[in-house]
């Protein structure tokens, strides 16, 4: 028998974590505590409390926990505070759910006095260098158990022969064939990956996109909505102020009905493997170029350019599990304090896919000067000779390096 006591288990519910649950009770002989985080999936969590009482877990050792607002308030605006981007695509929609789930796996491991966290992330994806390099940076003496690198059952039909064999309760769409398609859903994103899409020649179905319908079918008409931002994050939509996880449940419905968030992508994974995924992630792709254009007139140039030059990197740390790490809280310190004069209005324009800005303003923060850039008459506000020397001395070096290389000729 091990001398894990106690295992705190990262549980959803369905046919994996299920057996899960049971592999812990028999390989490790611990008490299992079982972890559901609402993050915005939905229905699926319906499931997760009758499943483990039925495998024999404590109604006092089952702790399902609605995370929405601190999932966005906490960890998504402070990621879109940065406009990050993942190699120039992926808004890091799975990446960034991770960090909570770790913090909060830990912290019920410490009330519990659990020696042990368990996932069921697969020793081929990112997910399980996030989930532990979370749960070491957050308890160093913590024990991990990740299945899929001890077990067995590497395939699906193992893990339903398993789950019949010991009454572990499988939904009928498991045993019928199964969704095509590995998912996984929060507020910010829906993923999926796997079956279908291992072909990365192949076009995903339409039938697959939960939240979007596709832009042919999205209204003919444009909309028009207005985003209040205040030190960087979004605070109000057309005048309505809310919590910040029904802001951005706003901004998906926004966006699905226009059709807006779809990509489809092959990304680099941290294990050193390309994995095809498509990803819905309509209120991100609205909220991602409002930040922007409101940051455009509030922050100052090289300073802006100085977010954009770590912006890379920051996204890796993040989808590389390195939130709770000193490089992140450091950038992320920096990219705060650059948000503080970010404050005032954008209008966005959704259109059969398309996220156009039309228009912004910040009533106490603007930097732009209309009378200096205007291309009437400025009054003298700018004066064009200075532009000369200007010139002159940036193309120094260049002069200079022609005349030599002239002369060499």
Not at 22 to 41: H, I, P, R, S
Not at 162 to 171: G, N, T
Not at 221 to 233: K, M, P, T, W
């Amino acid at each position: 028998m091990s001398d894990i006591k106690r295992a705190v288990l990262a549980y959803s519910g369905g046919l994996d974590t299920s057996v899960i649950l049971k592999w812990l009770q028999d390989t490790y002989g611990c008490e299992v505590v079982t972890f559901t985080a609402d993050l915005g999936q939905g229905d699926e969590l319906e499931a997760a409390r009758p499943k483990a009482l039925k495998l024999g877990i404590a109604p006092g050792n089952i702790y399902i926990e609605d995370l929405r607002e601190e999932f966005v308030r906490d960890f998504v605006f402070p990621m879109f505070r940065a406009n990050a981007v993942y190699e120039g695509e992926y808004l890091l929609g799975t990446s960034i759910a991770r960090p909570l789930i770790a913090k909060r796996m830990i912290e019920i491991a410490n009330l519990t006095g659990a020696d042990a966290v368990a996932h069921g992330a697969t020793g081929k994806g990112n997910d399980q260098v996030r989930f532990e390099l979370g749960a070491y940076a957050l308890r160093p003496d913590i024990r991990i158990i990740a299945p899929w690198r001890e077990w067995d059952l590497l395939s699906r039909e193992k893990l339903l022969a398993y789950a019949e064999r010991h009454d572990i309760p499988v939904e009928m769409k498991h045993r019928q064939g199964g969704s095509p398609y590995s998912m996984d859903a929060n507020l910010l994103h829906v993923s999926y990956e796997g079956r279908h899409l291992e072909d990365p020649a192949a076009e995903a179905e339409e039938s697959m996109w939960r939240w979007t319908v596709s832009p042919e079918a999205a209204p003919d008409a444009a909309q028009y909505v207005d985003l209040q931002f205040e030190r960087g994050d979004l605070v109000a939509i057309d005048g309505q102020r809310m919590p910040a996880d029904e802001l951005l449940a706003l901004l998906n419905q926004l966006g699905g009905k226009h059709g807006i968030g779809r990509i489809d992508l092959v990304e680099n994974r941290y294990v050193g493997m390309k994995s095809r995924g498509c990803y819905e992630t309509p209120g991100g792709t609205i909220l991602l170029p409002a930040h922007r254009a409101i940051e455009s007139i509030t922050l100052d140039r090289e300073v802006a350019h100085l977010k954009d030059d770590l912006m890379p990197r920051y996204a890796s740390l993040i989808y590389n599990g390195y939130w709770w790490s000193p490089e992140r809280f450091a950038l992320q310190t920096l990219i705060d304090h650059t948000q503080q004069s970010v404050n005032g209005w954008v209008r966005v324009k959704l259109y059969k896919g398309n996220v156009i800005v039309v228009g912004r303003d910040s009533q106490t923060d603007s930097l732009f000067d209309s009378t200096i850039a205007t291309f009437e008459d400025d009054a003298g506000a700018y004066d064009h000779k200075d532009a000369a020397g200007f010139i002159k001395l940036n193309a120094l070096r260049m002069r200079i390096a022609a005349k030599l290389a002239s002369r060499k000729s």
